[in-house]
């Protein structure tokens, strides 16, 4: 068992605590581990029930704003559009395939960690740490066992993201704020205005490249006028 060993001293003792490090095990759903407790563990329905977890759990982004869980898009949700985006990308130098792979696989680890936001207390450390060792954990236990260029491919995929080490995975991370942004007014856009989320949109200065700045200017232009027209 991994674990910090902490201690607080206090005015006549310390008081020492062992904190148990989080680990993608403890956190296996039961729909996951039925199939892998099976006497022939089926690692294929293992992993898809794993993939089950992207498609029903929704962005912490919106649940924080108070939108109901019914109307939040989910993790899946926000990878597929990305991966739609991601074909979109005019740069001939951009291989748009493996950008459409790295938007599929980017947010995988949240199907067992969850959808940690930037304002979370956990912190980014110790999110990438968790996002991390479950990675690991599903390409090693539940995709390579099924396909082992399949576990290579994806873990790939998701360190080129991590380490943003191509320029495609440049173009991801930027796509990534691009299509919560663009969610952002769809849903500013469906309460009339009621909900704002500016505060989102401070990540645009951390986009870089000129197609998705191009893009998020647009988007932005647009939202102006949507505000501005509701105080006409
Ligand atoms: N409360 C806030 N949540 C935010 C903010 N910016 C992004 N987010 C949310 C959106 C997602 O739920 C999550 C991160 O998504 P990834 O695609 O990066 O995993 O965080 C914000 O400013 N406030
Ligand atoms: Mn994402």
Not at 167 to 194: M, S, T
């Amino acid at each position: 068992m991994s674990s910090v060993k902490t201690s607080i001293s206090t005015s006549n003792n310390t008081i020492s605590a062992t904190a148990k490090l989080w680990e993608p095990k403890d956190h296996i759903p039961n729909s996951v581990k039925e199939f892998l407790d099976l006497t022939q563990p089926n690692y294929l329905l293992g992993l898809l029930n794993v993939i089950q977890q992207l498609k029903i759990q929704k962005r912490t982004g919106w649940l924080d704003y108070g939108m109901s869980v019914a109307e939040s898009e989910s993790i899946s949700d926000h990878m597929y559009r990305m991966s739609i985006i991601s074909m979109l990308i005019s740069n001939p130098n951009v291989n748009r395939d493996k950008c459409m792979r790295i938007a599929l696989v980017h947010d995988m680890a949240e199907a067992i960690v969850g959808d940690i936001t930037p304002v979370d207390a956990i912190g980014k450390e110790e999110k990438h740490r968790r996002e991390w060792e479950t990675m690991k954990y599903v390409c090693n236990e539940l995709i390579k066992p099924v396909s082992e260029i399949a576990a290579r491919e994806i873990m790939e995929a998701w360190l080129d993201y991590e380490r943003i080490e191509s320029l495609e995975a440049r173009y991801v991370k930027d796509i990534d704020k691009y299509e919560l942004l663009v969610q952002c007014f769809e849903y500013e856009k469906k309460h009339n205005g009621k909900l704002n989320f500016q505060d989102f949109f401070s990540t645009v200065e951390n986009i870089k490249t000129d197609e998705v700045i191009k893009w998020t200017k647009e988007l932005i232009s647009l939202r102006e006028k949507f505000f501005a027209s509701l105080y006409k």
